[in-house]
């Protein structure tokens, strides 16, 4: 009895102190969960705007952070409906929105769902020869996350590098986060000029279009090199969600580890 007794308490004391220590790595270094989702106003491959369908995506894995690209707000398009409300409502998230362009009676941009409620968010116009781009910069508790849809054109592509760098180099004591649809893939010379500064944190070798037999990646989750903040990807996927969008959603989830 006594022994029984001795090994019980033993057990106990090993599993409190393993709980201790997770918790405590968990906190020195926190984890985050990033999803970038263009869901081209939530319109799928079969034709059908079904907000449910896409909230139903972003509900099933879970993220912190969805940076969301291709909405409406209140255009004849959308039947005056602003679609990232819809969302945020079907996901009981925190809706931030940048119109890139006016259009149709409303406006149309990028936006970001948060399970936190945002300190602060702004827009930053970026080039946009075709059609006019943006960034949107949401800045967190503890950590700063942009959305962005880049240009059809290359030298558009590449210009908006240096305004993005411009736009975030004030954030220095947060980690930056940057997800979107940038229309580039791995290999060009804007994604090159990017990575000078950031990291990819997804895999490009995982195609994120089109949503059947995709064969490229041009959807991204980055993170600023920083003196004071590294990375460490803990898991990243490209979803199998072929009706949803004419996009795969992708997402990363990273360890933040302060220097």
């Known amino acids: 009895m006594k022994f029984r007794y001795a090994f019980l308490l033993a057990l106990f004391t090993l599993l409190f102190n393993s709980c201790s220590i997770s918790k405590k790595t968990s906190s020195d270094r926190p984890q985050l969960k990033i999803l970038s989702y263009n869901i081209r106003n939530a319109r799928g491959m079969d034709e059908i705007v079904d907000f449910d369908r896409v909230a139903n995506v972003i509900k099933r894995i879970n993220t912190d952070c969805v940076a969301i690209q291709e909405l409406d707000s209140a255009t004849e398009r959308s039947d005056g409906i602003v679609v990232l409300d819809e969302l945020a409502k079907r996901t009981g998230m925190y809706a931030a929105y940048n119109a890139s362009i006016d259009y149709q009676g409303g406006k149309y941009g990028v936006g970001m769902l948060t399970k936190e409620k945002p300190l602060r968010f702004h827009g930053v116009p970026l080039p946009g ?74 895999d490009p070798a995982q195609p994120t279009i089109p949503v059947v037999n995709p064969n490229r990646c041009i959807d991204y989750v980055f993170g600023k090199q920083s003196d004071v903040f590294s990375f460490e990807v803990v898991q990243t996927k490209v979803e199998n969600e072929p009706v949803a969008s004419d996009h795969l959603p992708v997402w990363t989830e990273v360890r933040i580890i302060k220097k």
């Open 129 to 202: 020869s075709e059609e006019k781009r943006s960034l949107l910069i949401v800045e967190m508790k503890d950590y700063v996350i942009c959305s962005t849809h880049w240009s059809l054109r290359q030298p558009d592509r590449f210009a908006s590098v240096a305004v993005i760098n411009e736009a975030l180099k004030k954030y220095t004591d947060k980690p930056v986060f940057l997800a979107g649809d940038l229309n580039a893939v791995s290999e060009s010379e804007e994604i090159k000029e990017i990575s000078k500064e950031w990291v990819i944190l997804n």
